[in-house]
């Protein structure tokens, strides 16, 4: 006959068993839930096709710079807009643009980096298209890795994350600029290290 210890004992284990397939039923919907979005495509953005004009009255300036300036100004402006966030993001613009951050994926932190390839549009804006992903050991699509760095950082209006088209549109025309100040990319040529930039400056 059992005593009532072996009851308690055997009780205990029932419950420790439950609990145990209980976690691992959730880890594997977590897991299915995750794989199932990130496999999914995400909804299209929209890009804007405003283009800024000069009118007769503004001041037009070209600007050339070298990548490593360009790179200090671009960093000098996400500081501003992304002091709210405690993810860091950093830019490094050399042969290519290369974007680093962090990723959390069930609570691990693992470090990344994106290399893109800036394309200038008619309308001066830029279309950073990604030509490869780094995410440490992990192979995980770039598409993926856009839509949890697009959801984890609050990025400002010109900024826009395009997972599904696997880039990120630089919306020159939305950058605030003080005394209503414009700016358009005209020419962007990393290998040989030359940026030229068009500066519109409104005089009424």
Same mark, same amino acid.
């Given at each position: 006959?059992?005593?009532? =210890?072996? &009851?308690?004992?055997?009780?205990? #284990? *029932?419950?420790?068993? #439950?609990?145990?397939?209980? =976690?691992?039923?959730?880890?594997?919907?977590?897991?299915?839930?995750?794989?199932?979005?990130?496999?999914?495509?995400?909804?299209?953005?929209?890009?804007?096709?405003?283009?800024?004009?000069?009118?007769?009255? /503004?001041?037009?300036? !070209?600007?050339?710079?070298?990548?490593? /300036?360009?790179?200090?100004?671009?960093?000098?402006?996400?500081?501003?807009?992304?002091?709210?966030?405690?993810l860091?993001?950093?830019?490094?613009?050399? /042969?290519?643009?290369?974007?680093?951050?962090?990723?959390?994926?069930?609570?691990?932190?693992?470090?990344?980096?994106m290399?893109?390839? %800036?394309?200038?549009n008619? /309308?001066?804006? #830029?279309? =950073?298209?990604?030509?490869?992903?780094?995410?440490?050991?992990?192979?995980?699509?770039? &598409?993926?890795? =856009?839509k !949890?760095? *697009?959801?984890?950082?609050?990025? %400002?209006?010109?900024?826009?994350?395009?997972?599904?088209?696997?880039?990120?549109?630089?919306?020159?025309? *939305?950058l605030? !600029? %003080?005394?209503?100040?414009?700016?358009?990319?005209?020419?962007?040529?990393?290998?040989? *290290?030359?940026?030229?930039?068009?500066?519109?400056v %409104?005089?009424?």
């Open positions: 006959m059992e005593t009532d =210890l072996d &009851v308690k004992e055997w009780t205990m #284990v *029932n419950k420790w068993k #439950v609990a145990f397939f209980l =976690l691992i039923g959730t880890i594997i919907i977590l897991v299915a839930i995750f794989i199932f979005w990130a496999a999914s495509p995400g909804e299209d953005v929209q890009i804007g096709r405003e283009s800024i004009t000069a009118q007769p009255t /503004d001041s037009v300036l !070209l600007v050339e710079t070298t990548a490593e /300036d360009f790179e200090k100004i671009v960093l000098k402006f996400l500081e501003n807009e992304l002091k709210s966030t405690s860091p993001v950093d830019i490094v613009v050399g /042969d290519a643009i290369i974007l680093k951050s962090e990723l959390t994926v069930f609570g691990v932190t693992v470090p990344f980096s290399e893109f390839d %800036p394309i200038v008619e /309308d001066g804006n #830029v279309q =950073l298209k990604q030509t490869s992903v780094n995410v440490g050991k992990l192979n995980i699509p770039p &598409v993926t890795v =856009l !949890l760095m *697009n959801d984890a950082v609050e990025f %400002p209006q010109w900024i826009v994350v395009r997972p599904n088209e696997e880039e990120i549109f630089v919306d020159l025309s *939305n605030s !600029l %003080p005394s209503g100040a414009h700016i358009k990319a005209k020419e962007i040529d990393l290998e040989n *290290n030359y940026i030229l930039l068009e500066v519109i %409104p005089n009424k």
